[in-house]
């Protein structure tokens, strides 16, 4: 070998330790966007259970008059906080929540008992249980 030059095995091991470094940052940048989503989707789920709770919850009042009310929970994606999207249908007991972000649209669902001809609606992020 003359003095300068470069041996293979050098050079060698300094591809692998570029790819390897490159695989590394990969696995990394892939794994924080996986638990942001898993993060993302256990808010969704608590909240739509939270929700479906609730109104199971005020169905017990079903032979009185009430009115019960309850601010829809914010949830936080990519240092942003916000409210998530709330869908609910009587016919079926169903809650669904939702949130929409700038690379993905999530929902979950959660199911309720029945709510004894109560009146459900949400206005401006409180959700409203009455019975009339």
Known sequence: MRKGQI???LIFALIVALIATGSFMAITSSFKDSNSRMLLENQLSAEATDIATFITSSGVMSGTTFIAEKKIGTVFY???TFH????INTT???VTV??????M???K???FGNAHNAKIVIDSGILVVRND
């Open 78 to 80: 990519d240092g942003q």
């Open 7 to 9: 041996s293979i095995d």
């Open 84 to 87: 998530p999207d709330c869908n």
């Open 109 to 111: 669902e959660a199911y």
């Open 92 to 94: 079926l007991n169903k």
């Open 105 to 107: 649209t999530l929902s």
């Open 98 to 103: 939702s949130a929409k972000t700038k690379d």
